[in-house]
């Protein structure tokens, strides 16, 4: 049992954005470029900003080492993209345990032979790769050691995974190349018979957000391209974002949304114990629900250089234990990840409901 929380509640570069880096290239500084293309229509800060209250998980990429084969591994990644779609979840962060901030995202997704790749670049892999739809995969994901087995995974079937007959609002695709020199509009493969037009002029290899509208014929057009968040502020659930966060201090300060996460959740054998039903979760606009690794989250707040003097209670608004009276000595991160989402959906419904009320 822990102590009381002392704060009071207030408050896809085709390769980054997607899983890794491109085909074997001999021009780092040109791949380096089309990162940052991709980045703007798809991981935009901006377009994360958004009154629709979002649900964020961090997740320790340490979990990855303890697997004892590739094959485990990526089951296990395979678990945590499932929780992470079945409950509905906007942000994954995947958190490392170094002293520094720096932001290394690019880096630790930089190898293209996936030897020695580090569990928090692994598990970054996986997760990015199974939230794109099965279309787009092949465009979007060079040929990866890593991802030797994911074809053993179940499929997430997020509502943005549609089907070559299915109809939708929105599709995500992926631009390919302009009509002509003169042409002020772009091919998008959205997974259908064929390309459709949209209306800005983009390299290829972006992946984008369309609105398809109610016309179905693929040849009318020009569409539009829209923020990866839109079709979530319609009330559809479009799947997570995955960032990745050098420790967990960094989880916190690299936050994409406006005014950062306003209320954190830790998650641990020796935190509070109340019942769902009791659990007072506030209004939020931003929540985040953090998970520990084999040592749990109080060793990564100890190894964080940046929290120093700091406890999980003078960083976390709520420290739970969500499964108090559990069987085993040890629950692993992946599991529980689904218990603890599970015993949040009630708290967070009333919170959600009363973020509607208040008109935030």
């Not at 880096?21 to 089309?34: A, D, G, M, V, Y």
Request: charged fraction near 30%.
């Amino acid at each position: 049992m822990g102590k009381k929380e002392k704060r009071e509640t207030a408050q896809y570069d085709a390769s980054l954005a997607n899983g890794g880096s491109e085909s074997q290239e001999k021009h780092p500084k040109k791949k380096r470029k089309n990162r940052e293309k991709v980045k703007e229509p798809h991981n935009d800060a901006v377009s994360l900003a958004t009154e629709t209250p979002t649900i964020t998980i961090a997740v320790p990429g340490s979990i990855i080492d303890n697997a004892q084969s590739l094959e485990l591994a990526t089951r296990l990644a395979g678990q945590v993209a499932r929780a992470a779609t079945i409950f509905r979840i906007d942000e994954v962060v995947i958190f490392d345990n170094k002293s520094t901030s720096d932001d290394a995202s690019t880096e630790i997704m930089e190898n293209d032979s996936g030897e020695n790749e580090s569990g928090a670049a692994f598990l970054m892999r996986i997760l990015r790769y199974l939230e794109t739809p099965q279309y787009l995969r092949k465009s979007l994901f060079p040929k990866h050691n890593s991802l030797r087995f994911v074809g053993l995974l179940p499929p997430l079937d997020a509502p943005h995974h549609l089907r070559k007959h299915e109809w939708a609002s929105y599709r995500e695709g992926i631009t390919r190349e302009k009509l002509n020199r003169d042409s002020v509009g772009t091919l998008v493969d959205v997974g259908l018979n064929k390309s459709i037009m949209i209306d800005q002029v983009l390299e290829p290899g972006i992946r984008v957000t369309v609105e398809m509208g109610t016309n179905r014929n693929l040849d009318a057009g020009p569409r539009k391209i829209v923020p990866s968040s839109r079709p979530r502020e319609e009330g559809m659930y479009w799947g997570y974002k995955v960032r990745y966060a050098s420790n967990i201090s960094s989880v916190f300060k690299n936050c994409p949304y406006k005014g950062g996460y306003d209320h954190r959740i830790g998650t641990s054998e020796h935190g509070v114990v109340i019942k769902p039903s009791k659990f007072g979760l506030p209004s939020f606009r931003h929540l985040l629900i953090a998970f520990g690794g084999l040592a749990g989250l109080e060793e990564c707040v100890e190894e964080d250089e940046n929290l120093k003097g700091k406890n999980v209670h003078d960083i976390f608004d709520s420290y739970l234990n969500t499964c108090p009276h559990q069987g085993s000595r040890t629950i692993r991160t992946e599991e529980a990840i689904f218990i603890s989402l599970q015993y949040f959906q009630e708290p967070i419904k009333r919170g959600s409901k009363r973020h509607k009320r208040l008109g935030l």
